[in-house]
């Protein structure tokens, strides 16, 4: 079974500067978490969807950041404008299901550096 | 809200000895599921293992066992038998039991092991 795949793996940009990320999850499974993780620190959840709907998106910046899951398989992650505390790992996450325990998978993550 | 502590930011192992990962939690919720997660340099993060707030007994994968204590809320790592490919950074992490919708996890800030040959 493939794993999480994302897409691409290292981004440098200049601040001001859009990016997207992209990531296709585990096949079948309906539940996507987007995370950031800044150096040092845990991951935190942005946005979570259920097929092409979104869950929680409490703790995605709103003014800078947007996702989407089209069809309810592949998602990206956009950041427009970027800022230098932007700079993180973005990780992608999948499960089968949001009910009763699933284990989430994870891909590699994308390492992206604000300048 | 959940709030998830590790207060050792590294630590360090001889091969072949066990070591211990430290981690606190704070909930007001009676049912919720902990978790040890394995993050290598460079590469993708992995479930080591799970324990349900419910069950009384420890949860064990094959070397890597937890010490739950639900009144301490404390949840710690063994790692018996060191391994070189043991090195990493460890996340505890928390999930609520009941979640509707939101399944999210609330992790720690990692603690960095290294394992000396």
């Known amino acids: 079974e493939a794993g999480v795949a994302q897409s691409p793996r290292y981004k440098i940009i200049e601040k001001r500067q859009s990016v997207a990320f992209w990531c296709n999850p585990i096949?079948?499974?309906?539940?996507l978490y987007w995370y950031q993780q800044i150096l040092g620190q845990g991951p935190k959840l942005l946005i979570q969807?259920?097929?092409?709907?979104?869950?929680?998106d409490s703790q995605l910046p709103k003014d800078r950041f947007s996702a989407e899951r089209l069809k309810g398989v592949d998602s990206t992650l956009k950041i427009q404008p970027a800022k230098l505390e932007d700079s993180a790992v973005y990780l992608c996450?999948?499960?089968?299901?949001?009910?009763?325990?699933?284990?989430?998978?994870f891909g590699p993550g994308t390492r992206l550096t604000v300048l | 809200a959940q709030t998830v502590t590790q207060s050792q930011p590294e630590m360090s192992v001889q091969e072949a000895e066990t070591v211990t990962l430290s981690c606190t939690y704070d909930?007001?919720?009676?049912?919720?599921?902990l978790f040890w997660y394995k993050q290598p340099p460079s590469r993708q993060m992995i479930l080591v293992i799970r324990?349900?707030?419910?069950?009384?007994q420890n949860a064990t994968e094959n070397r890597f066992s937890v010490n739950f204590q639900k009144a301490a809320k404390s949840f710690s790592l063994k790692i018996s038998d060191s391994q070189l490919g043991d090195a990493a950074m460890y996340f505890c992490?928390?999930?609520?039991?009941?979640?509707?919708?939101?399944?999210?996890?609330?992790f720690g800030k990692g603690i960095t092991l290294s394992v000396r040959p």
């Open positions: 096949s079948g499974h309906a539940t």
């Open positions: 909930t007001s919720e009676s049912d919720y599921y």
């Open positions: 992490a928390y999930r609520a039991f009941f979640t509707g919708a939101n399944s999210k996890l609330t």
């Open positions: 996450a999948s499960s089968r299901g949001q009910g009763q325990y699933n284990e989430q998978f």
């Open positions: 324990q349900e707030a419910y069950k009384q």
């Open positions: 969807f259920q097929n092409n709907g979104v869950v929680d």
